[in-house]
């Protein structure tokens, strides 16, 4: 067995496979499919401080290679999470990352105050893809004032290790990858989904309710590892690789690109399974190329 | 527990040019399988699709230790289940979802249009070992779509409508004369098929006051209450299609009926 270990700042995984915000609920939904305590960690599904219903159904459209959603990021708030999912996941011999999302400034602070109570959560994940009601709605991670501003306050208000997930839909990732790690996130996140659409040419109508979606799936990998590697290269901070990874060689490829762990989205839906034969796979790798450590892999694209 | 599964195709058969049943083999024993239970059917080299797909489980065989789905063809990933052979292997993630609930009184009636009758063999069989009586009623445009009454009538007598009046009664489901019997006595109707059909039962049984089950077909993505993509309006919030369906009492539900 090679060594798999990674860490994210204060953060300690004990692989780098992780899986994505949204697509793995609180992890129970997969225990009677994998053993969940053989993952680096779950990044579970996106808190707001209030209870959201999210948007209207349909939700979701399939796409080529792909699928769009818009959720809307429906959960029961941060105190039932506080209250009531940590109670009954804690347990769990993995790490448990929340995903902080906010429409205000101080929704995202008094989330993050909230997390600071509980002993077992090591980090937290800034998504800053939430529309900014402040700004008529636009992404606080689509201008680099907007995500200063989020993350500046979320890392006065936050005792834990900081990861801020961005936004693709930038037109310099890495610009933005420098203005967060500036304002003082520990590790940045990449890619969330991006802003898509489905229409529905017999009716005549958009297929989703919302019009448009988050695209995600194997349709975005090759633009999210190109990402990841701009961002690895701007920034001195540990990468966490998203997009589209299907498979190990999927996540070795984003680790090669400069990722130090990865998340699993979209697949979790094709295979409940997956997450964890990734972890094998990583270190089926290791061993065939006689690699002794996961980070010999990361950034190791040879170009 | 839900379980991951390859299957093998042993029977596939053509109901007519837009249905067919296929039949699966598990590789372990089948568990408890409930009427109103479905699976998620990854179609592994279907060119275009990416996500699984729902479908109700038609029919359990203890003996074969097989499934047998009733699908109708819609698009590519029904297309392609269509055109599977024997000795193919399909991953099937199952049981899903909760299932039909029992009625108040020993007499009921299922009302099922186009592939929503698929879950009625597993109901029929569950609610004759209760004693219950059951009635049939079956509603499409066409002959065409008026499919295996006959694996019905051991349960109960089948009453069909179509649109064009090629078989049973000429009229929508809820214009068959069954229905406009007075005083009209159920402990409970149960409906599975397009929502128009489905809402408009809805509404027949709340005037008379007959309880009212509906099995949803909400486009899916995980099918396990991963994603949250499949959801219903209910009166106490959002609630999973998937996972706190697809069996709803439409009191539940917001619908206007
Ligand atoms: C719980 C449940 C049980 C079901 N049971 C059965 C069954 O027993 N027999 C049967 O034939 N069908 C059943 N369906 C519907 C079946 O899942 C869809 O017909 C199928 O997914 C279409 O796939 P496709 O690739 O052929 O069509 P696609 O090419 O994916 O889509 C064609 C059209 O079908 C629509 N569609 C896609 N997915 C669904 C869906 N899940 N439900 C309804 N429409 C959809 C799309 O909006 C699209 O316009 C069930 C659905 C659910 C949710
Ligand atoms: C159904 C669904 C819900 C999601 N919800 C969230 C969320 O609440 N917060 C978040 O930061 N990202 C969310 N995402 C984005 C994923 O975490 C991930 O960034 C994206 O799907 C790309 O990865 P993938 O291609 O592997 O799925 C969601 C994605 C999907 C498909
Ligand atoms: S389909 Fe994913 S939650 Fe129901």
């Known amino acids: ?303 | 527990m839900k379980r991951i599964e390859d299957f093998t195709v042993i029977g596939h058969h053509w109901l007519n040019y837009e249905n067919f049943l296929i039949e699966l083999e598990a590789p372990e024993e089948l568990p408890d399988i409930r009427a109103g239970n479905f699976a998620e059917v990854l179609l592994k080299n279907s060119p275009g699709t990416f996500l699984r797909r729902p479908f109700s489980i038609f029919e359990v065989d203890k003996e074969k230790n097989s499934l047998t789905f009733y699908i109708k063809v819609i698009g590519k990933g029904t297309r392609y289940l269509g055109k599977l052979r024997k000795g193919e292997k399909l991953n099937i993630i199952y049981p899903l979802g909760n299932a039909f609930s029992n009625p108040y009184h020993d007499k009921v009636l299922m009302v099922g249009g186009g592939s929503g009758i698929a879950p009625f063999v597993l109901l029929g069989r569950q609610l004759r070992e209760k004693g219950i009586r059951m009635t049939f009623l079956f509603g499409g445009r066409e002959k065409d779509n008026i499919l295996m009454t006959e694996r019905f009538e051991e349960f109960g007598k089948v009453f069909v409508t179509t649109e064009d009046g090629s078989v049973g009664e000429k009229g929508l489901v809820t214009q068959h004369s069954i229905l406009a019997k007075r005083p009209l006595e159920y402990g409970m109707i149960y409906t599975c098929g397009p929502d128009p059909m489905m809402k408009a039962i809805a509404h027949i049984a709340k005037q008379h006051q007959i309880p009212c089950e509906v099995s949803l077909e909400n486009t899916m993505a995980c099918g396990i209450g991963a994603c949250l993509c499949c959801i219903v309006e209910t009166n106490t919030g959002n609630k999973c299609v998937c996972t706190d369906g697809p069996v709803f009492n439409v009191n539940d539900l917001t619908w206007q009926t």
């Not at chain 1, 994505?20 to 579970?44: M, P, R």
């Not at chain 1, 990352?97 to 008094?110: A, L, Q, R, S």
Request: hydrophobic fraction near 45%; include cysteine; charge should be negative.
């Open chain 1, 1 to 303: 067995m090679a060594d798999l270990s990674v860490q994210i700042h204060d953060l300690h995984l004990k692989n780098p496979v992780t899986t994505a915000s949204g697509t793995f609920a609180y992890g129970e939904e997969f225990i009677d499919f994998i053993d969940v305590n053989k993952l680096g960690g779950i990044f579970v599904k996106g808190l707001t401080l209030e209870n959201r219903e999210g948007n209207p159904y349909p939700r979701m459209a399939e796409t080529s290679s792909g699928m769009l959603n818009s959720v809307g990021l429906q959960n029961k708030g941060i105190d039932h999470f506080v209250n009531v999912i940590y109670p009954r996941i804690k347990h769990f011999d993995t790490h448990i990352i929340p995903n902080v999302n906010g429409f205000t400034i101080e929704d995202y602070v008094k989330v993050t105050e909230k997390l600071n109570e509980l002993e077992d959560i090591k980090a937290i994940e800034l998504n800053i893809s939430c529309p900014n009601v402040k700004e008529g709605g636009m992404a606080f991670g689509i201008k680099r004032t907007s995500a200063v501003a989020a993350t500046t306050a979320v890392r006065k208000a936050c005792k834990k290790t900081l990861i801020v997930k961005l936004s693709p839909n930038v037109t310099d990732i890495a610009d933005m990858a420098r203005a967060v790690v500036d304002a003082g996130a520990d590790a940045v996140s990449l890619v969330n989904t991006f802003l898509g659409m489905a229409i529905d040419a017999g009716k005549r109508k958009p297929v989703l309710a919302t019009v448009t979606g988050g695209l995600s799936g194997p349709a975005i990998k090759p633009i999210a590892l190109r990402m990841v590697w701009e961002v690895y290269k701007a920034v001195s901070v540990p990468v966490i690789g998203i997009g589209g990874i299907m498979n190990a060689t999927d996540a070795i490829e984003f680790m090669l690109a400069g990722a130090t762990a990865i998340q699993v989205g979209t697949a979790n839906f094709i295979d409940p399974r997956v997450s964890v034969q990734i972890v094998d796979g990583i270190n089926d790798y290791l061993e065939k190329n006689n690699f002794t450590s996961v980070h010999q892999l990361i950034g190791a694209l040879e170009t």
